[in-house]
């Protein structure tokens, strides 16, 4: 798909069911519709699944990672390769985080200042700067419909006094990455800020307020699912999206199981991400509509039974016994199936919760597959 430089990056609500909502991101290059999941393509792919099978799943936009990519193959190359849609045969929307958090989590002997991040690469341990400006023009280079500003994910568990100071230098930084992001940014692109302040509502509300005087076109809130616990994590969301203004998309990063999902839209989130759906098929996991399944456990060698009758996916129509001897013999293919069936959950999931938003019930929704999840966790393996 060619992008349409005629239309500009826009947001509508179409429908609410308390804090929750439903509607549409426009874009260049296609519609979202929210509340939206999306797949992790972190270098430049999502694991185990063609990209026409990811775009079968139902998915609108994919998350790809600055972090990664600036470092393997570089920006600069996929730039002269056409951009990052066509080199990963990706033709909607694409997000991109700015790189900020794999910078704190992989990266060796980094270094933070107020000019931004010099890191050694965990790929060559060659030293890479990281500013908030070069996060911009890696972004742009890639040709990222949705660009994230560079910021610091704030380590947990902090003190109020730590977390109050990686909150004003990521303020700082987003100032600049906005500066950056007008001089560079083509028609149709558009530039989220992210929400830090780690478990302090005083912080949340700070940042919150400060990113909407500086101005963006979406809202995401980072720092989260770091270790703080569920209830810790939706207090957060609840506080922060009363700050959050109604007209722009909210963005939980990083987050997470089908429960998460589902009470943080409950709370007023429209998107997510989260390599949980591809990276459980790799480790034999799957996400039905019974429930959570490992399908190393010996009670499926002999089952029949589709992996989800009720899931539309095709890999979902594979038998769990199949399944099961696929993943023992660590066959590729098992992987691959099992990270396709999850992926498009994630997708029913989000048309299912978009349905009942616009029929008023997803407190409903909610507590059913609560309780479909509440009877299916299983030991790892008894085999």
Not at 231 to 238: K, P
Not at 257 to 272: C, N, V
Request: with cysteine; aromatic share 8%.
């Amino acid at each position: 798909m060619q992008r349409d430089v005629t239309k500009s990056f826009s947001f509508e609500v179409t429908a609410r069911d308390g804090a929750a909502r439903t509607g549409a991101i426009s874009t260049p290059r296609g519609v979202v519709r929210t509340p939206a999941f999306m797949p992790v393509g972190t270098g430049a792919t999502v694991k185990a699944m063609f990209p026409e099978d990811v775009a079968a799943t139902g998915a609108d936009i994919i998350l790809a990672n600055t972090y990664h990519l600036m470092l393997r193959p570089g920006a600069e190359r996929i730039a002269r390769l056409g951009g990052l849609h066509k080199f990963m045969h990706w033709d909607e929307p694409i997000l991109t985080d700015s790189g900020g958090y794999q910078v704190m989590s992989l990266a060796k002997l980094r270094r933070i200042d107020e000019g931004g991040v010099t890191f050694q690469s965990h790929i060559d341990g060659a030293t890479v700067a990281l500013s908030p400006e070069r996060a911009i023009e890696v972004q742009c280079l890639l040709g990222a419909d949705i660009q994230m500003v560079l910021d610091e994910c704030t380590p947990f568990p902090a003190t109020h006094d730590e977390a109050r100071a990686s909150l004003d230098l990521s303020l700082r930084w987003a100032e600049r990455s906005k500066r950056a992001f007008e001089a560079q940014a083509k028609p149709g692109q558009a530039l989220f800020g992210i929400v830090q302040g780690s478990v302090y509502p005083d912080l949340r509300e700070r940042s919150a307020r400060s990113l909407i005087e500086t101005g963006f076109d979406g809202y995401a809130i980072g720092g989260l699912a770091v270790g703080e616990g569920q209830s810790a994590m939706l207090d957060m969301v609840e506080i922060t999206t009363a700050f959050l203004p109604q007209d722009r998309p909210r963005y939980l990063m990083g987050v997470g199981t089908p429960e998460d999902l589902l009470l943080s839209i409950a709370r007023g989130m429209d998107m997510f991400d989260c390599v949980m759906p591809t990276r459980s098929g790799r480790h034999c996991q799957a996400f039905t509509w019974t429930g959570r399944l490992n399908l190393r456990n010996a009670r499926y060698a002999d089952d029949p039974t589709p992996l989800d009758p009720e899931s539309l996916c095709p890999a979902a129509q594979y038998e769990r016994a199949y399944l099961h001897h696929l993943v023992k013999s660590g066959e590729t293919l098992g992987a691959m199936l099992l990270s396709y069936a999850n992926v498009q959950f994630y997708q029913e999931l989000m048309a299912r919760a978009r349905a009942a938003i616009e029929e008023g019930s997803l407190a409903r929704f909610t507590d059913e597959l609560r309780r479909r999840y509440a009877r299916s966790d299983e030991p790892p393996d008894e085999s």
